[in-house]
């Protein structure tokens, strides 16, 4: 077979061939594997003679050092750089792996096969310090293309590892971390058309996948089409697993993160420092996070918008959450995070805090299980109007941390300036309940219960003391608490404006008048004694108290 060499610094007619591809053997600009060997100045004249010839750089089995002097020392490569598997090893030996970057300056290349090493010793983590970053010419409009990343094991970098900025139809997969500094893969600038797929982290100091959109500086621009699959997790020091922070069009499906210092996915805008932009179009499928999130700070899987930068249109669909290290899903943002849909999902174990804290615009949720939480199930609290919508919600062991478990599924926050537009719940179930009375399924303030549609399946697991009519909870029928915090003044009047009959009850309190009306106008009274009152749809109940009652609790007499 041909080979190339050189002699006395000229390229001979000479080729090598590896899997039936002409390659460049780096040897024959003098690298020698094996540790002590400085190899810098012999791996710079091998990349520049074998981009020279149009040739992929071939390194041969066994360790192989380097370690740039300064800034202007580091490694450029406008080939491919191929390896012979695992046990080619490129290392870096500065101390705390400074200047171990390679910067890929071109389009059409593949970096492939084999590990690279540096030596993190501190939290310090400068750019220089990634293993491989590819970017255009500061200033300039290209985007590098079609660049391939693939069978890599990664091993104490204190920075990052695969830095992508600008570039475009490109693909890494089959990528192995164990200890970094920075993010495993970080996709920003105006990329475009990322498939990342199969990535293995162990101890990632920041987030194994990033997606980030900065609104200015010289990363400036939003990646879009953006495809994250096989995603694993493990042990991660700081940081997030899977961050999507100002993106567009991204999907990221089978993911597993088991600890996390973070939020195991992120969908988020930023202000201050990184100034991101929001984020649309967003696909989470097929997840489980364990021991995920951060306590006061994010859940497992954590969704936030900003003013002025939109998070919107994102869909959740088939993930578990289990052991959470704080809530299980947050959505949060008001007005800025808007139109979300959560379909099959379980979250099992918040230890310190509600399962689910929402406080987004326009949600639906779908077939959702919460088990073992500390605090409520699912906690409304909404800023703004638009509308909620839950269809099959599953509750084991909630509200826990209560003092009396009560086992409160759902609670729904008042906001008498800007209410709820709609609510609807169907198929609400509290099936176990280890503590308490166990009768809450949910609760809503007064000012949405005419606002609100019922199903036809909403349960406890037991029925509440019978002399307030609470066994029929049991058989189907829906009911709700009404907050007593807004009800501040007597009399307080409730209508009913729900299409179909109620029932109100009234526990407790000192009541000196309860009147019913059947025009909202002329009342006429019941008497005080009577607690549970049948209300017609369009009727009206006003109750004058010196003590306002210590619960009211609504439910339809029938839905049809």
């Given amino acids: 077979m041909m080979q190339l060499s050189l002699v006395n610094g000229t390229l001979q007619n000479e080729a090598i061939f590896f899997d039936n591809q002409q390659v460049?053997?780096?040897?024959?600009?003098?690298?020698?594997?094996?540790?002590?060997?400085?190899n810098t100045e012999a791996l710079r004249n091998a990349l520049t003679q074998a981009a020279a010839l149009g040739l992929p750089v071939k390194l041969p089995e066994g360790v192989i050092e380097y370690s740039p002097a300064t800034v202007n020392d580091m490694l450029i490569t406008t080939t491919s750089i191929i390896g012979s598997?695992?046990?080619?090893?490129?290392?870096?030996?500065?101390?705390?792996?400074?200047?171990?970057?390679?910067?890929?300056?071109?389009?059409?290349?593949?970096?492939?096969?084999?590990?690279f090493e540096s030596s993190f010793l501190t939290g310090n983590r400068p750019e220089n310090n990634t293993a491989f970053k590819v970017e255009p010419p500061v200033g300039s409009e290209t985007v590098w293309e079609n660049i391939e990343f693939s069978n890599l094991w990664f091993k104490n970098f204190s920075g990052g590892n695969i830095l992508l900025k600008h570039v475009a139809k490109s693909r890494v997969y089959n990528i192995y971390s164990h200890t970094s500094g920075a993010d495993i893969v970080h996709v920003t600038g105006n990329s475009k058309d990322i498939t990342v797929d199969s990535v293995y982290s162990v101890m990632a100091g920041d987030d194994t996948v990033a997606v980030i959109g900065y609104t200015a500086g010289n990363v400036q621009g939003q990646p879009q089409n953006i495809k994250i699959s096989n995603v694993t997790v493990v042990d991660s020091w700081h940081g997030r697993g899977v961050t999507v922070v100002g993106g567009k069009n991204v999907q990221i499906t089978d993911v597993l993160v088991d600890g996390c210092d973070g939020a195991g996915i992120l969908i988020s805008s930023e202000a201050g420092t990184y100034n991101t932009f929001g984020n649309s179009n967003i696909l989470i499928s097929n997840a489980t996070l364990i021991r995920a999130?951060?306590?006061?700070?994010?859940?497992?899987?954590?969704?936030?918008?900003?003013?002025g930068y939109i998070?919107?249109?994102?869909?959740?669909?088939?993930?578990?959450?289990i052991s959470s290290n704080w809530r299980g899903l947050s959505l949060s943002g008001t007005i800025y995070a808007k139109n979300i849909s959560v379909e099959n999902l379980e979250v099992d174990g918040t230890p310190s805090s509600q399962g689910i804290l929402i406080n987004s615009t326009n949600t639906r949720l779908k077939n959702i299980t919460v088990a073992n939480t500390a605090g409520i199930g699912i906690a409304y609290e909404?800023?703004?109007s638009g509308y909620l919508e839950i269809d099959g919600l599953y509750g084991r062991n909630v509200n826990l941390a209560s003092e009396s478990g009560t086992g409160l599924l759902l609670n729904i926050a008042n906001n008498a300036s800007s209410p709820l537009t709609r609510l609807s719940l169907d198929n609400m179930h509290l099936v176990e309940q280890s503590v308490g009375a166990a009768r809450e399924t949910f609760q809503i303030p007064s000012n949405l219960a005419p606002k609100t549609k019922f199903g036809s399946n909403l349960t406890t697991v037991v029925p509440g003391p019978t002399d307030l009519g609470y066994e029929s909870f049991n058989l189907g029928l829906p009911f709700y608490n009404i907050n007593l915090t807004t009800i501040t003044t007597s009399p307080w009047i409730y209508q009913n404006t729900s299409g179909y009959e109620q029932w109100v009850y009234l526990r407790a309190g000192t009541l000196s008048d309860i009147e019913i009306s059947h025009n909202g106008t002329d009342f006429y009274s019941v008497g005080s004694a009577k607690r549970n009152i049948a209300l017609k749809n369009g009727y009206s109940i006003r109750v004058t108290f010196s003590v306002k009652p210590t619960e009211i609790k609504i439910k339809p007499v029938s839905l049809i």
Avoid: M, W
């Fill in 24 to 38: 460049y053997d780096v040897r024959r600009s003098g690298v020698v594997p094996g540790e002590g060997i400085d």
């Fill in 85 to 115: 598997g695992k046990s080619t090893v490129l290392r870096c030996t500065n101390e705390n792996g400074n200047r171990s970057l390679i910067l890929i300056n071109g389009s059409n290349i593949t970096i492939s096969n084999f590990s």
């Fill in 293 to 307: 999130g951060k306590g006061g700070a994010s859940g497992a899987l954590h969704v936030l918008g900003r003013a």
């Fill in 311 to 321: 998070t919107e249109n994102i869909q959740i669909q088939n993930v578990k959450i």
């Fill in 382 to 384: 909404p800023a703004v």
